[in-house]
């Protein structure tokens, strides 16, 4: 009764993606062996993959449904979870996730759990890199509390001068960045490694080549590259959904969707943090007001001359924006409200007292006259 002991026992898998209310999971090796096993003896490869002539995946993937359970307690399944897989129907790849296993990191946008570190991709050159673009996704990937490896593409386009040029204003920043070029192979074995038993999210602004990126690290996989827009010169993006993908030499990779301006949603007093430069700093000194924001307090150790202050004090801005914005949500009754500027600019407000400046409707204003006429009649 092996096949009968197979589908009672408890399975391990890890989500690669989550579309609708399915979930595909790759199952544990040793997984992908029970429902061998439990197939039967003969023709056993035949019941799981009906078609001899493609390759067997090892590990086997089920495609499999949330346990109602779990949804009644309000359990999500993010790409990435280790799971429980009950009920394996190895011949139909089906399977239904019963367990979801504690996480040790999370992240929100994207939503992916147990990631171990951020693969930053920005290029050199086509597109140009920008400072305060590279900042904001460095400060985004900070506030994650996962390792972050910075990865500069199309180094080919730069002298030796200029690529010395980039690497010392970034070890300036705290940053060792690694120069590569897809198109022409450099360095390529060396982001394997770095990715190798691990799960890396790769992020970056749309054009910097991150799909051409995981084509050259996985090449039978066959991402949509999309083109550098010439009017813009910002890269069209090309990637839908989130999914995490099995690289040959180990490890799992997760592509995301290209964007250009990450939304930095800190707090004004933990956001100097997330600058390592600035974070040195205060590792060998404090500033005299326990509250200090940096900017214009007196002996303060943060300010100073470092590149990214003027990069702090305008995220400082975004981030007491957001703060503000979180106070209002939480605080109905407050005074203030968000008005939106256009262009992605807005700014607070006071509120109109409703009931002063409310509009009077045609049937009460009906109303009041008619009273006044019975009045005039009496």
Not at 64 to 78: A, H, P, S, W, Y
Request: glycine share 6%; proline share 6%.
């Amino acid at each position: 009764m092996k096949g009968e002991s197979v589908s009672t026992k408890q399975l391990f898998g890890t989500v690669l993606a989550v579309q609708a209310n399915f979930y595909r999971v790759q199952m544990d090796e040793e997984a992908g062996e029970q429902g061998s096993r439990g197939a039967g003896e003969q023709g056993s490869r035949e019941k799981i993959f009906p078609n001899p002539q493609s390759p067997v995946p090892n590990p086997p993937i089920l495609l499999c449904t949330r346990r109602t359970r779990l949804k009644k307690i309000g359990q999500q399944v993010m790409v990435g979870d280790r799971v429980v897989v009950e009920e394996p129907d190895w011949a139909g790849g089906r399977g239904a996730v019963s367990e979801v296993l504690p996480r040790h990191s999370q992240l929100n946008r994207p939503a992916i759990a147990n990631v171990n570190q951020i693969l930053l991709v920005f290029a050199v050159a086509d597109p140009p890199l920008e400072p305060i673009q590279l900042s904001r996704f460095l400060i985004k990937a900070e506030s994650t509390g996962v390792d972050v490896l910075l990865c500069l593409n199309k180094c080919d386009l730069i002298s030796e001068d200029e690529r010395q040029q980039v690497s010392d204003r970034l070890l300036a920043w705290g940053y060792q960045p690694l120069f590569i070029s897809v198109q022409n192979s450099i360095n390529i074995d060396q982001i394997a490694a770095y990715l190798q038993d691990k799960i890396t999210v790769i992020a970056g602004p749309s054009g910097v080549g991150k799909s051409s990126l995981i084509n050259s690290l996985i090449p039978d996989i066959n991402l949509r590259v999309g083109e550098v827009s010439g009017k813009l010169a910002r890269g069209r993006h090309t990637t839908r959904h989130v999914e995490l993908f099995e690289m040959t030499t180990g490890g799992l990779l997760a592509d995301t969707p290209g964007f250009n301006q990450p939304d930095l949603d800190c707090s004004p007093e933990e956001l100097i943090y997330y600058f390592p430069e600035a974070r040195t700093r205060l590792e060998t000194a404090n500033c005299r007001f326990s509250d200090c924001s940096h900017r214009d307090e007196p002996d303060c150790v943060v300010r100073g001359d470092w590149e990214r202050y003027q990069h702090y004090l305008e995220f400082l801005a975004d981030a007491i924006v957001y703060q503000t914005h979180l106070n209002q949500q939480a605080d109905p009754e407050s005074n203030l409200k968000l008005i939106s500027k256009g262009k992605g600019q807005s700014q607070y407000e006071p509120k109109l007292e409703s009931k002063k400046y409310r509009r009077i409707s045609r049937k009460t204003q009906l109303q009041d006259l008619q009273e006044l006429y019975r009045e005039s009649e009496d």
